[in-house]
Antibody
Framework: QVTLRESGPALVKVTQTLTLTCTFS??????????VNWIRQPPGKALEWLAR???????YYNTSLKTRLTISKDTSKNQVVLTMINMDSVDTATYYC??????????????????WGKGTTVTVSS | SYELTQPPSVSVSPGQTASITCSAD??????VFWYQQKPGQSPVLVIY???RRPSGIPERFSGSNSGNTATLTISGTQVMDEADYYC?????????FGGGTKLTVL
């Protein structure tokens, strides 16, 4: 059974750095085709993709947030860490991690988020 | 990349068919995925690769994607289907979500 769990501070101050950890089980990030994404959702708003890390350590970022984000993995601990610098009140949101699973269809390779964590809520205060 | 446009809300009576659209230029050239999110819960994948259902998702959920529009269809909508629905597309370096559609069943 695949599970993911997000952890991190519930409250951070403006300008501080947020560090979130996604701890997962049921798969290995050293297996070809496995990836983990971070997604966030401000209260009452839509989902926003933040970053992704692949089994081969390739990393991808939301272009509008790229300068503030760093994603990394510790395969031995089954963890993915996301750091976001210079936090602001607009970053108040629930942060999710989700597995990105590789699949093939119509001769095309693609990925989809098949399992999500329950999310962790982060409030940014002044 | 592009933006995915969804209607903010859709209403349907129980037992009727609900259709939620997701639009973007040439969206039919890419695969589309749909997630259901109930209040206070994390999203759940209901459709992948345009029209495939994950294990455990009821048959009343179906999807299509052609031209500029992808559609999530819920046949025989049940009260338990009331939720927010998000479409998602993907390319090599970016994941895109639509703005979400609130489905009301009344």
């Amino acid at each position: 059974q695949v599970t993911l769990r997000e952890s991190g501070p519930a409250l951070v101050k403006v300008t501080q750095t947020l560090t979130l950890t996604c701890t997962f089980s049921g798969f290995s990030l050293s297996t070809s085709g496995m990836c983990v994404n971070w997604i966030r959702q401000p209260p009452g708003k839509a989902l926003e993709w933040l970053a992704r890390i692949d089994w081969d350590d390739e990393k991808y970022y939301n272009t509008s947030l790229k300068t503030r984000l760093t994603i990394s993995k510790d395969t031995s601990k089954n963890q993915v860490v996301l750091t976001m610098i210079n936090m602001d009140s607009v970053d108040t949101a629930t942060y999710y991690c989700a597995r990105f699973l590789r699949a093939y269809g119509s001769g095309t390779r693609y990925y989809y988020m098949d399992v999500w964590g329950k999310g962790t809520t982060v409030t940014v205060s002044s | 990349s592009y933006e995915l446009t969804q209607p903010p809300s859709v209403s349907v009576s129980p037992g009727q068919t609900a259709s939620i659209t997701c639009s973007a230029d040439k969206l039919g050239d890419d695969f589309v995925f749909w997630y259901q999110q109930k209040p206070g819960q994390s999203p759940v994948l209901v459709i992948y690769q345009d029209s495939r259902r994950p294990s455990g998702i009821p048959e009343r959920f179906s999807g299509s994607n052609s031209g500029n529009t992808a559609t999530l269809t819920i046949s025989g909508t049940q009260v338990m289907d009331e939720a927010d629905y998000y479409c998602q597309a993907w390319d090599t370096s970016t994941v895109l979500f639509g703005g979400g559609t609130k489905l009301t069943v009344l």
